[in-house]
């Protein structure tokens, strides 16, 4: 657009600002529903925003909800089988305090066996050497006595030793028992704890199987809402195309897309190409709605109304090259949608309209740039085409000094080489718009 025509747009905003009664109308015209349906779409995206992180939220809580619960299943199922082991071995432990206290008893009854024994010898050398030495030698000589006597003693010594022995192997088995019954008495107070443990588990696990349903039923319900909120902010995206009449309109993350391909080819960075693209034309959405109907003075009509408008296009600057530009791209010069005139507070237009595509490019500016950008693609390029609307923007503001100053290649797209103070609200806007993008483009990726 050239800086005539945007200074125009610029009195002309500021005349509706200043008299709005001129433009009030019983009946809300499409610019001002298009205006109260993106805001409403605004609000539905935020919302969708919210319910996304409240979805991320409720879904970790979930995934934490359920790794505890896995946690304390096999928890539970350790201490079982721990109680299980536990027990295995007590009642093996049992066994064998039985098996000691069994051996404890036939101990018992060898040493009084052995007592009695030692009794019956002990009896008998008494007897031996209460004998008087006469009857010893009648009845067997003293030789054969002694010789009792030695054996006698030493049967004695035996049993004595056997004695001692027993009565140590007793004494063994005692101990042993002691051990025994002390590691089952602890195994026992053991497995207690265990299931003292395993109840608490199951108490736990319990409490988080219905946090778990909570959950299950918030996170449902937070995605049940979403759904809602994305359906009805999909119907009014539809809607805003249908009023617009562009339903082929790229998405804003088609657009994107674009934009990162032309970022790479001249340095422009994504958000601020979208930013310049949305002021103009809000991402090709709206790319003209007046038609050329006279190439000598430049008339047309409303492309809605079927109105007839002056000044649709200048015809000593742009309507030669607008013609040449439709013939190459085997477009109808009078079905081909241009931008309608400004007009100022009386209704009476203002300048020359004629701008074309999402970039707004004018016929005599965009036949600066077609070889440049034929040159980029191999092909003609079609300023209503958004890939090479996308890159002529791209290319232009290249051109203007993007490298060393944002806000002066911006103001040099919409006003010129030079440009007063108050002009300055488009290039802020467009710096304020890219910074948003940024943001959207980072919750995007």
Known sequence: MTKFLKIIFSVTLVSVLVIPGLFVSAVPSPSEERQALEEELKKLEEQIANYDKAIAATAQEKKTLENTITSLKNQIIKLDLQISQSNIIIKDLGLQIEDTETSIDKTALKIEESKTRLAVILQEIYEEDQRPLIEILISEGISDFFDNLVALEALNTKN???????????????????????????????????????????????????????????????????????????????????????????????????????????????????????????????????????????????????????????????????????????????NTPVSCPLKNSSGAPVGYGGAMGPSQFIPSTWVLYKDKIKNMTGQAPDPWNIKDAFLATGVYLKDLGIANSEFKAVMRYFSGSSWSKWEEFYGNSVLAIATQYEKDIKEMQ
């Open 160 to 334: 004595q030793e056997l004695l001692i022995n027993i009565k140590a192997l007793k004494s063994y088995l005692e101990d042993q028992k002691q051990s025994l019954d002390d590691e089952k008495s602890s195994l026992e107070k053991q497995v207690t704890i265990q299931a003292l443990k395993r109840q608490q588990s199951a108490a736990t696990k319990s409490e988080q199987d219905s946090l778990l349903k909570l959950t299950e039923a918030e996170y449902q319900k937070q995605l049940t809402e979403k759904s809602s909120a994305e359906k009805q902010a999909q119907a009014i995206r539809s809607r805003i195309f249908e009023l617009i009449g562009v339903p082929s309109a790229p998405t804003f993350e088609e657009a994107y897309n674009i934009a990162k391909f032309v970022s790479a080819q001249t340095g422009v960075k994504p958000a601020l190409l979208l930013a310049v693209l949305t002021q103009e034309s809000n991402i090709g959405k709206n790319v003209g709605q007046c038609f050329l109907t006279n190439l000598s003075t430049g008339e047309g009509i409303r492309a809605t109304t079927k109105a007839r408008e002056t000044r649709v296009m200048n015809p000593s600057r742009d309507v030669t090259p607008f013609v040449k530009i439709t013939e190459e791209l085997g477009r109808d010069v009078y």
